[in-house]
C-alpha cells in the first residue's frame, strides 16, 4: 500500500534547493512495516510546493494547458527511465524529455516531436520493437475538417538507441492520420502489428488504420455500428483507443446527447469495418447511474488479462452546475460492465485519470479538485476487491503559489516497484509544469520482458528473458505445461513448445508468484483451412480464408493459380481471385506443410459488353444491352447512375436510362466483376436554362447562357423574338440582344423540347424627352416631361440638380423643380441610360408676383384686361375682387385676362407657386343697362320722359338729361 503525499515540514532554503531524500526512502521500503510505503517530498521552499515537485515556466506555450487532454498520455517508461513529452521554452516546440529521479528534474533530450503550434500529443511506447509512437494534433474544442493539410494530425515513430540513450526519428515520418483538429487524439496497436487512431469529429466517433506499414494509413471513417443514437454526440464529445485482451482493440465515448459512455470492439484480424455489436458502458438502465451520466472526462487502462478500466466523469449537476462523482467501470473478458464510487459530487473531481499496478494488485485513481483546477488528488484501492475510501482523497500535486494545478496525465503502460508512479500537470495560470512521483510496491514474482522465437512449432526451441526466474517450478504455453525446461539464470530460461500448446502468452512460475508475458506466442502446425468467404466471385474478389496454422504462409493458390495474399493473424489470411484462376479448391503452403481446402471456389467469369442499342435517348429509353456472362448480374448502370434492368439471358440484358444519367459509358456488374462499355450513351435531356449573364442589355448586346441539354438547339428567342447564337457546349449558349426585342424571358428550343427562363432579360433603351411643360418656373413648380422609355427611371434632374419625380407611364415623368435649381436641359436617367431634354428649362424668381398696373381700368363681363408686372411666370389663377378668370401668361410680366361672369369691382389677383400679388386699385366692373319703368308712357314731342332702371352709368349723353320723344314720320 502507499502513504499519502506528506507536506513539507523542513524550514525553509533558499531558491532551487532541494531535500534528496532517496536514500531514506529505499531505507524505509526495506523495513516497512505491513508494505507501507513512505514518499518523500523533496523541500522546494520558494514555490511553496506541499505536494509534489515544481519544475519550470513553460509561458511561451502556445496552449496555457500543454498536459491535456483527459484520454492522452504523455508519459513513458524506458530502459529505465521516465520519459515525457514537454515544451521546450528555447526551442519553442515540444521536445522528448528524460526525468532524472535524483534531482526531480526534466532534462531536454533536443529530439523534437511536432513543430507546429498550439499542438497536443499521445504517446505509445512499444517496447517489443523498441518503438516510441506519437500522434500529434492542433487543439481544438470543437472537433472539426479541414481543408487545410497543414492542420490534420500526425503520426511520428521515433527508433530508440540505449547506447546514446536517444531517440531517432524514423524515415517516412511523419505520417497524416486524421483530416481535421481534433480535441484529442490518441493511439494504439493491435496484435497484428497494426495502428489504430480514435477521436471525435462532426459530432460523431472516427476512426483510422495504418495499412501494409506504419507510414501507410487508409482514409479516416466513421465508427461503423447500427446504433445511430449511440454515435450521435455533441461537439463536445471525445473519443479514444486502447489495445486489450491480447487479440482486442477497443473505443470508449462519452455521449453527452443520450448521457451515456459507449464501448465498441474490434477483434484483430477482422475486416476494418467488422465490429462487434456496440457496449454500453455506463447509464443503461439498471446501471449505477440514472441521471445524465456522460461527460467528455476520461481515461481508461487494459490489465493482462484482458479487464478493461475506466475512470469516468458523470455529467454536471443541473441544479449546481458542478461535476456529478467520479466512478471505475470495469469491463470483463465477457462483456460485462460493473460500475465503482471513486468520488462524490462534493469532492468537485474533473480531469480522470487511471493506472494500474498488477504486481502489487493496486488501482490507481486521480482527479482535479475543483472543477477549474487547484489540487490533483488521488485514491487507491485493491484490484481484486475494487472499494476506493471516501473523502475528497490525498492531495498529490499541491502548491500555495499554483493554485490552479488541472490536467494530470502518465502513461499507457501499467506501473510496478521497478517503475514508481509518475504524474505530471500544469497549472493554467502560473504557467508552469509540475509533478510528483510514488515509489511503489516491488513484488518477487518473475517477470517475462520477451521470448524469441515469437512462433514456433510443436517441440521449437523457445528463450525466455526476464528477471526473478530462479527457483522456476513451471513453465506453460497458453496454460499447457512444458515437458521440460532449463533456468539457465535469473534471466532467462529456455525451454520448448510442448504438445498441445496453442497460441497465447506465456508464464513462469516460482514460489514467490506467476509472471505472465504481455504479447502471445504463436503456436505453428501444419496450416488447415476450415472455411473461406465467400465461396465464389470473379477475378479481384477479395476472399477470407479462415484455418489454423498460416503464420509463414509462402503461397495462397486457387486451383493452382497463385494469388497475391495477407497473412492477418495465424488463422486468417485475406486473397483476392487472381486472373486465370478457375473454380477449385483454394491451397495454403508453409514451411511446415501445405493444405487445400475441402470446398471448391467458385470463379464466376467477368462479363462483357459488346454492344448496346440505342447508342442516345432520353431518360426512360429502353436499351437493349448485347455481351456475355450476364447471368447474376447485380447492377446495370449509366455513367455510374444505376437503373432498373431485367436479365433477358446470359448474353442480353433490357434496362432503361435511369433518372440523373449523364452521358457517358454503360457498365455490367455481376459476382464475376463489373463490364464497362467502350463507347459512351449519349443521354439527351431536355433543354433547361439555369441562368443567363449580363440580366439586362440593349439590343446587340452579348448574353450567355447557362443551362443543360443545348447540344442541337434551334432557337434562341426574347421574349419570343428570334435571336442570333452559338451552341458553346451542351450546357451554354452564346446569343446576341435582337433588334426590337422586349424586357421578357429567354427562350432555348432544341429537337427535344423549349426551355424558358424563370426570370426576365431587361432589355434597355436610352430614354427620349420629346417636350415638357411648362418650360418654366420657380422651385416647387410641377413640370410635366413626355418621351418614351421612361419605366424604372432612377432620376430626374434639372440642369443637373436631381429633382422629386414620379413614372407616371413608360413616355411620362411628373417631377417638381427642386430648390435652388437653375435654369438649363432636364435629364432623365434610367437603366438604359440618361439624356437630356434639348431645349432648357427656366428656373423663374421664387418670390411671388407682383401687379403694377392693369388696362383697362373698369368694364362689363367679357373685357379684355391686360395686366402689367412681374412673376407671372407658372401663374395658376388669376381672380376678379375674388373671382377666377381665364387667362394667359404672355411673359413673366404680362397676363392677359377678361372679366369673369359674376366678377365685382375690386382689386384683381394673380397666384403662382410662389405666391399671390393684388393689385392696389379695384377694377370697376360697368353692369348692362336695365329699364324697368318709364313715366309717362306717352305724349308729343319733346314731352320730358323719365326713365328708370340700372346701369346707367356711362351712358352716352344728349344735349338735355330728359329725352324727348321723337317727332313722328310724317
Keep these: 500500500m502507499e502513504t499519502p503525499v506528506g507536506s513539507r515540514t523542513t524550514a525553509p532554503k533558499s531558491h532551487g534547493t532541494r531535500q534528496r531524500g532517496w536514500g531514506a526512502r529505499i531505507i524505509s521500503i526495506c523495513v516497512a ?10 523541500d522546494r521552499a520558494s514555490q511553496q510546493v506541499t505536494a509534489g515537485y515544481r519544475d519550470y515556466n513553460y509561458g511561451t506555450t502556445p496552449l496555457p494547458f500543454p498536459t491535456a487532454d483527459k484520454p492522452e498520455s504523455k508519459l513513458w517508461w524506458n530502459d529505465g527511465s521516465w520519459w515525457g513529452s514537454l515544451w521546450s521554452t528555447q526551442a519553442r516546440a515540444y521536445h522528448i524529455f528524460r526525468f532524472d529521479p535524483s534531482t526531480q528534474n526534466w532534462i531536454d533530450t533536443g529530439t523534437p516531436l511536432d513543430n507546429r503550434q498550439s499542438t497536443l500529443a499521445d504517446c505509445l511506447w512499444d517496447d517489443s520493437n523498441q518503438k516510441l509512437y506519437v500522434v500529434s494534433h492542433i487543439f481544438t474544442e470543437n472537433s472539426l475538417p479541414s481543408s487545410s493539410s497543414s492542420q490534420w494530425g500526425r503520426l511520428y515513430r521515433f527508433t530508440y538507441g540505449s547506447a546514446t540513450k536517444q531517440y531517432t526519428l524514423d524515415s517516412g515520418f511523419p505520417v497524416t492520420v486524421t483530416r481535421g483538429q481534433e480535441e484529442n487524439l490518441t493511439v494504439a496497436k493491435d496484435s497484428t502489428a497494426k495502428l489504430w487512431v480514435a477521436y471525435a469529429e462532426s459530432s460523431t466517433v472516427m476512426i483510422n488504420r495504418s495499412l501494409s506499414a506504419d507510414t501507410t494509413w487508409g482514409t479516416p471513417f466513421k465508427l461503423p455500428g447500427n446504433d445511430s443514437a449511440a454515435l450521435n454526440m455533441t461537439s463536445d464529445d471525445i473519443a479514444s483507443v486502447l489495445a486489450f485482451g491480447g487479440n482486442k ?3 470508449l465515448w462519452s455521449n453527452q446527447n443520450t448521457g451515456k459512455f459507449y464501448f465498441a470492439v474490434h477483434n484483430d484480424g477482422d475486416a476494418d469495418t467488422v465490429w462487434q455489436p456496440t457496449e454500453t458502458a455506463l447509464g443503461a438502465p439498471g446501471s449505477a447511474c440514472t441521471a445524465n451520466c456522460a461527460e467528455d472526462h476520461f481515461n481508461f487502462k487494459a490489465d493482462s488479462q484482458g479487464n478493461v478500466y475506466a475512470q469516468v466523469l458523470l455529467g454536471f449537476n443541473a441544479a449546481s452546475h458542478g461535476p456529478e462523482p467520479n466512478r471505475v467501470l470495469l469491463r470483463s473478458p465477457d462483456g460485462t460492465w460493473q460500475s465503482y464510487q471513486v468520488t462524490t459530487t462534493t469532492d468537485n473531481w474533473v480531469r480522470p485519470l487511471v493506472l494500474l499496478d498488477e504486481v502489487d494488485n493496486r488501482i490507481y485513481a486521480f482527479g482535479s479538485s475543483p472543477g477549474s483546477g487547484g489540487v490533483i488528488y488521488y485514491k487507491s484501492s485493491a484490484l481484486s476487491n475494487i472499494n476506493f475510501p471516501s473523502g475528497i482523497g490525498t492531495p498529490f500535486i499541491q502548491s500555495s503559489t499554483d493554485t490552479t494545478i488541472n490536467h494530470p496525465s502518465s502513461t499507457k503502460q501499467e506501473v510496478n516497484g521497478t517503475t514508481g508512479l509518475l504524474v505530471l500537470a500544469c497549472d493554467q ?8 512521483f510514488l515509489a511503489l510496491a516491488v513484488s518477487n514474482s518473475p517477470v517475462i520482458n520477451s521470448f524469441t522465437p515469437t512462433s514456433g512449432a510443436v517441440g521449437a526451441s523457445v528463450t525466455i528473458n526476464g528477471s526473478k526466474f530462479t527457483g522456476a517450478t513451471a513453465v506453460k504455453f497458453n496454460g499447457t505445461s512444458a515437458s521440460s525446461f532449463t533456468v539457465n539464470s535469473d534471466t532467462q530460461i529456455t525451454t520448448s513448445v510442448p504438445t498441445n500448446a496453442t497460441t497465447g502468452p506465456l508464464s513462469v512460475t516460482t514460489p514467490a508468484g506467476t509472471g505472465t508475458s504481455t504479447s502471445n506466442f504463436t503456436v505453428l502446425g501444419p496450416p488447415l483451412i476450415s472455411s473461406f468467404t465467400p465461396t465464389s466471385g470473379g477475378v479481384g474478389t477479395s476472399a477470407t480464408i479462415s484455418g489454423s496454422g498460416f503464420t509463414n504462409t509462402s503461397s495462397v493458390s486457387f486451383n493452382g493459380t497463385s494469388a497475391q495474399f495477407t497473412v492477418n493473424s495465424d488463422t486468417q489470411i485475406t486473397t483476392a481471385v487472381p486472373s486465370g484462376a478457375t473454380t477449385g479448391s483454394i491451397g495454403i503452403t508453409t514451411p511446415i506443410g501445405s493444405t487445400t481446402s475441402s470446398g471448391s471456389f467458385t470463379v464466376i467469369p467477368s462479363p462483357s459488353i459488346t454492344s ?4 442516345s435517348g432520353l431518360v426512360g429509353t429502353t436499351v437493349t444491352i448485347a455481351g456475355s456472362h450476364f447471368t447474376g448480374a447485380t447492377t446495370v448502370a449509366f455513367n455510374g447512375t444505376s437503373s432498373t434492368f431485367t436479365v433477358a439471358s446470359d448474353s442480353q440484358i433490357n434496362t432503361s436510362v435511369p433518372s440523373g444519367a449523364t452521358t457517358g459509358p454503360i457498365s455490367v456488374t455481376t459476382p464475376g466483376g463489373t463490364a464497362t462499355s467502350s463507347t459512351s450513351f449519349t443521354v439527351i435531356v431536355p433543354p433547361s436554362i439555369s441562368s443567363f449573364s449580363p440580366t439586362s442589355g440593349f439590343e446587340g448586346s452579348s448574353v450567355t447562357i447557362s443551362g443543360a441539354g443545348f447540344t442541337g438547339a434551334t432557337s434562341v428567342t426574347f421574349n419570343g423574338l428570334a435571336a442570333s447564337f452559338t451552341v458553346a457546349s451542351d450546357t451554354q449558349i452564346k446569343t446576341t440582344v435582337p433588334s426590337g426585342a422586349t424586357t421578357g424571358p429567354i427562350g432555348v428550343t ?35 416631361i413626355n418621351g418614351s422609355y421612361f419605366t424604372g427611371t432612377t432620376s430626374v434632374a434639372f440642369n443637373g440638380k436631381k429633382a422629386s419625380f414620379s413614372v407616371v407611364s413608360d413616355s411620362q415623368i411628373t417631377a417638381t423643380v427642386p430648390k435652388r435649381a437653375t435654369s438649363g436641359p432636364i435629364s432623365v436617367t434610367t437603366p438604359g441610360g440618361t439624356t437630356t431634354s434639348s431645349t432648357n428649362f427656366a428656373v423663374g424668381p421664387t418670390q411671388g408676383p407682383a401687379i403694377t398696373s392693369f388696362s383697362p381700368t373698369s368694364g362689363p363681363v367679357g373685357t379684355s384686361v391686360t395686366i402689367s408686372g412681374s412673376g407671372f411666370t407658372g401663374a395658376t389663377s388669376v381672380a376678379f375682387n375674388g373671382t377666377s378668370a381665364q387667362f394667359t401668361v404672355n411673359s413673366d410680366t404680362q397676363v392677359t385676362t377678361s372679366v369673369p361672369s359674376g366678377a365685382t369691382t375690386g382689386p384683381i389677383s394673380v397666384t403662382t407657386p410662389a405666391g399671390t400679388g393684388t393689385s392696389s386699385s379695384s377694377f370697376t366692373v360697368v353692369g348692362l343697362p336695365v329699364i324697368s319703368s318709364f313715366s309717362p308712357s306717352s305724349g308729343p314731342v319733346s314731352t320730358t320722359v323719365t326713365i328708370n332702371g340700372s346701369g346707367f352709368t356711362g351712358a352716352s349723353p344728349r344735349p338735355t338729361e330728359q329725352q324727348r320723344v321723337p317727332a313722328a314720320s310724317p
Excluded: D, E, K, Q
Design 33 to 42: 512495516v505491513l508494505s507501507l510505503l513512505v514518499l518523500t517530498v523533496p
Design 429 to 436: 495560470s502560473t504557467l508552469y509544469y509540475l509533478h510528483n
Design 249 to 251: 482493440i477497443g473505443v
Design 612 to 615: 448496346f442499342s440505342p447508342t
Design 750 to 784: 432544341t429537337p427535344v423540347g423549349t426551355a424558358t427562363s424563370s426570370s426576365s432579360f431587361t432589355v434597355l433603351h436610352l430614354p427620349v424627352i420629346a417636350y415638357f411643360s411648362p418650360t418654366s418656373g420657380p422651385s416647387g413648380t410641377l413640370v410635366t
